[in-house]
Each structure stands twice: as structure tokens, then as C-alpha cells.
């Protein structure tokens, strides 16, 4: 069983900038998709960012040119850079990861079922 912890939510003014981090524990390895999430009160869990374990990510159109995320597998872990952040943007997010081949790409990750999940972390964007 693979436990993922979020760790680097919190409150941030619009425009602001934020970095959230994963920790993946249990057998995990390069062999996994991981992935940011995000749920917004009163909204469905959507897909925010995700990578493969050969670091190949993508990112949603709305947040291309703000959202970074990479992996350290050695470390395992993930991180995501939000940068310009918006008041809509806030959220819990979560951090989560499925097994995958390693080489599936970036695209194929964001739009993959995902197995294990962590328990969010929260994510104030004020105006």
C-alpha cells in the first residue's frame, strides 16, 4: 500500500506563489504516475498536473505557463510551483499516484485513474 502525504498548503494573496510537496512511502518507485488534484467547495476533484516516472508532465490549459511539477524518485517525492495564483484557485488539493510504466508520458498520467490518494492539503487564494 502506497502512503502519500501533502505537506506546503496554505493562504496566499492573488498572485501569489505556493509550492506543495508529496511524500510517497510503501512500494512506490519510478514505476508510478503521479499527479495533483484539486476540489473546490461545492465542485468535483479535478486533475491539476501530472508526471510520469521518467518526469515527462503535463499540466491542465489553465494553468499551463503557471503550474511547474517534477519529481525527485530517488527522494519520493513530487512538487508543484503555483505561481500567479487566483481566489478561484482555491482548494484542497491532493496529491495522488497510480502504478504505470515508465515511460507513458506526461498526458497519459493526467488523464489516468489513480489508486492511491493522500489527504489534501489546503490551498487559500484571497483577493
Known amino acids: 500500500q502506497v502512503q502519500l502525504v501533502e505537506s506546503g498548503g496554505g493562504s496566499v494573496q492573488a498572485g501569489g506563489s505556493l509550492t506543495l510537496s508529496c511524500r510517497a512511502s510503501g512500494p512506490s518507485g519510478v514505476h508510478m504516475c503521479m499527479g495533483w488534484f484539486r476540489q473546490a467547495p461545492g465542485k468535483e476533484r479535478e486533475v491539476v498536473a501530472a508526471?510520469?516516472?521518467?518526469?515527462?508532465?503535463a499540466v491542465e490549459d489553465s494553468v499551463e505557463g503557471r503550474f511547474n511539477i517534477d519529481r525527485d524518485n530517488a527522494k519520493n517525492t513530487m512538487v508543484m510551483q503555483m505561481s500567479s495564483l487566483k481566489p478561484e484557485e482555491t482548494a484542497v488539493y491532493y496529491c495522488?499516484?497510480?502504478?504505470?510504466?515508465?515511460?507513458?508520458?506526461?498526458?497519459?498520467?493526467?488523464?489516468?485513474?489513480?489508486?492511491?490518494w493522500g489527504q489534501g492539503t489546503q490551498v487559500t487564494v484571497s483577493s
Open positions: 508526471i510520469d516516472g521518467s518526469r515527462r508532465y
Open positions: 495522488a499516484a497510480t502504478r504505470a510504466a515508465l515511460f507513458r508520458g506526461g498526458t497519459y498520467c493526467l488523464r489516468a485513474e489513480y489508486t492511491y
